[in-house]
RNA sequence: GGCGACGUGGCCGAGUGGCUUAGGCAGGGGCCUGCAAAGCCCCGUACCCGGGUUCGAUUCCCGGCGUCGCCUCCA
């Protein structure tokens, strides 16, 4: 079973499942008011990969991961663009899916929307009120954070540590709150922006609160396993963990989280910073699984640094991966080899040891075609194993795809020159394809072409 | 100021108190090939600095230096 790290309780522990053979993930998913960046790309994968090889060992996966369509960035941007928030929301979000579509991020069991959700959220805000846990201001409603006993168990800090710190920055509601880490829980509206009925007053949800109720509502109390990138630990993941304790409820009993996607100078990847690297941008330039390779061969947990030259190697790694595909689709397949697989689930249920994982991808692809190179039997159930490995890590490989006809024609043509003894022939049309970006490869049985990345 | 992460060979990136190597990319040599490509074999003896613990530390402890993150709404 999976061992993984839980950010609660700071160590590498199993994750205990509420269900036998059944695993409940809530992952926080995009607030759709701009592009992806390549960091929402990185948690994507992360989490996608942690989805493929929980239900790659048999377990029965629900994973729900909502989508935030109301909220300050996007009432921002409507204003300052002139359109109707919806509108934002709703392109942002189908750009979103069709990245995620192309990085070949299976569609989670479930989407939530925010506003789908609100009266359920009014419903448990005013629960909180009642019980003296949340109370209104002139501007809202706010969770009395010093009620929820070991509030800063995410954070890793205690709440007096927490006001100690944060220097000069702006807090919303500041005024009104009876503390300062008193979060909003309901933001009455100023004219102009989109509201929903309350007992307190027109107005929309905070952010936090929607996880908590669609959450517990989706995958039940006590849920397994929730997830997000590092950023929403605190404050996101620790005021939804406040608002679920202050109610009295269960909620994850495990939390993960990826780490930061940096920039070349080890600096945080981030829209909020201004040095926004797009996702599209990356899918546009490079093979998709390039990225999947090269999150899969960095821990989830470590910085990522997405450069060109790490896109560059992973592309040159996938192709020769793709060559194995290619080399091995005719071979007989026999049951995957035990031993192999084995060692790529000790890697995997070792917090997620994805880099160690490939390693075993690799060296398996490398005796692999040792075992071809010398007609060995064994490859059959060593080329099963690759191909199980890959689908449990949402790698697919390609032995090439289809070869239009001019380059088809050509490759003839090289074979013609080649069987006539005529090299120099042979020799420019070979250049030529290369040149068109095809990789080449001549042998007795005559001249195969793949097409090579746009990179 | 508080809390935390990290510093590994040309690049990326795992891991470990000594045992035979992570892995990928790049590079060198060889086999194969008309030549290439693909593939296979071989090659680099790395772990920020200074102390300490130890028979032995890249790995544990302490102290530096450096980079980075969080401290209320950023995956």
């Known amino acids: 079973m999976l061992r993984l790290y839980d950010t609660a309780s700071r160590d590498v522990r199993e994750l205990a499942l509420r269900q036998p053979g059944r695993v409940s993930v809530y992952v926080c998913g995009p607030t759709v008011y701009g592009a992806p960046h390549i960091g929402h790309g990185r948690m994507s994968l992360v989490y996608d990969v942690l989805r ?46 069709s990245a995620m579509d192309r990085l070949d991020v299976k569609v989670p069991d479930e989407i939530p929307h925010a506003t789908e959700y609100v009266e359920a959220m009014v419903g448990m805000i005013g629960s909180l009120v009642d019980i003296g846990r949340a109370y209104p201001t002139e501007d ?118 990826n780490g930061f996607v940096v920039d070349a100078e080890g600096s945080k990847m981030s829209r909020s910073v201004g040095n926004v690297d797009n996702l599209l941008d990356l899918l546009d330039r490079f093979d998709p699984r390039a990225y999947r390779l090269i999150v899969l061969q960095s821990h989830y947990r470590s ?53 160690g994982a490939m390693a075993v991808v690799f ?36 032995a090439g795809g289809d070869v239009p006809d001019g380059a088809r024609v050509k490759a003839a043509e090289l074979d013609t020159a080649r069987a006539a003894g005529d090299y120099a022939t042979a020799d420019a049309i070979r250049h030529e394809l290369q040149s068109e970006r095809w990789l080449v490869e001549t042998t007795k049985a005559g001249t195969t072409l793949r097409k090579r990345g746009p990179a």
């Not at 960035?73 to 750009?95: F, G, L, Q």
């Not at 640094?305 to 996938?318: E, G, K, S, T």
């Open 363 to 398: 060296d398996t692809v490398r005796k692999a075609n040792a075992a071809l190179d010398a007609d060995q039997p064994l490859a059959g159930s060593l080329v099963a194993a690759v191909g199980e490995m890959c689908s449990a890590l949402g790698l697919e490989l390609t």
């Open 140 to 257: 809202g409603v706010y969770l009395s954070v010093s009620s929820v006993e070991d509030y800063g168990l995410l954070a890793h800090q205690s709440l007096d540590e927490m006001v100690a710190g944060g220097g000069e920055r702006e807090v919303f509601g500041a005024e009104h709150k009876h503390h300062p880490a008193d979060f909003a829980l309901w933001k009455l509206s100023k004219p102009g922006e989109p509201t929903w009925p309350s007992p307190w007053g027109d107005g929309r949800p905070g952010w936090h609160s929607e996880c908590v109720v669609m959450s517990l509502e989706l995958l039940g109390e006590g849920f397994d396993l929730h997830g997000g990138g590092q950023d929403l630990r605190f404050p996101h993941h620790e005021n939804e963990r406040a608002q679920a304790v202050a109610l009295g409820k269960r909620f994850a009993n495990h939390w993960m989280h």
């Open 303 to 355: 910085p990522l640094r997405v450069v060109l030259d790490n896109l560059q190697a992973a592309v040159r790694a996938l192709e020769g991966l793709d060559a194995f595909t290619a080399r091995t689709g005719d071979v007989v397949l026999a049951p995957p080899d035990d031993d192999v697989l084995q060692r790529f689930g000790e890697r995997m249920d070792d917090d997620l040891d994805t880099p």
């Open 52 to 97: 493929r090889y929980l239900e790659w060992t048999g377990l029965e996966v629900r994973l729900v991961s909502n989508v935030t369509d109301i909220d300050d960035k996007i009432i921002n941007r409507a204003a300052s663009e002139d359109r109707p928030w919806e509108d934002i929301a709703t392109k942002c979000e189908s750009v979103w899916f």
